[in-house]
């Protein structure tokens, strides 16, 4: 079977398949800094350890949100709804850490508001319980 070009695909397999692609560009950065720094650690680069050691909870949740997104990204492509579910809750906190940080007008919650609407696009493809017809 050969695979659909983009114009053949269905209007709802269009929406899950850019809602997706945005949560994967929404990790890119992290998965190419944990990249970074496991080639860091191979290579014995002393510094990261010590910043590690330095602040671990920070580490901790780094790697856990990413974990996240990685997780909604893959949800959402298996057309799940607990993918788009997790995607509007890591998008929200995002706007609303920019916002209770004074920081609102920023490129990263541009982004954010960007995948909420894409999620919101996508959900009737994704039947979220949120979105009622």
């Known amino acids: 079977m ?4 983009w114009y053949e695909l269905s209007e709802d397999d269009r929406r899950i398949s850019v809602a997706h692609t945005f949560l994967w560009l929404s990790c890119a950065g992290g998965l190419l800094g944990l990249l970074i720094a496991v080639v860091a650690s191979v290579f014995g680069h002393a510094g990261l350890w010590a910043a590690l050691a330095a602040h671990p909870a920070r580490s901790f949740t780094t ?9 909604a990204a893959y949800l959402t492509g298996r057309r799940r709804a ?5 995607g509007l809750a890591l998008f929200g906190y995002s706007i609303v850490a920019h916002l209770l940080s004074g920081r609102i007008f920023t490129w990263s919650t541009a982004w954010a508001l960007l995948g909420v609407i894409l999620i919101f696009r996508a959900a009737d493809a994704l039947k979220l319980p949120i979105i009622s017809d």
């Open 2 to 5: 050969r695979p659909l070009a």
């Open 63 to 71: 790697i856990s949100f990413l974990a996240l997104y990685v997780t």
């Open 82 to 86: 607990a993918g788009g579910l997790l």
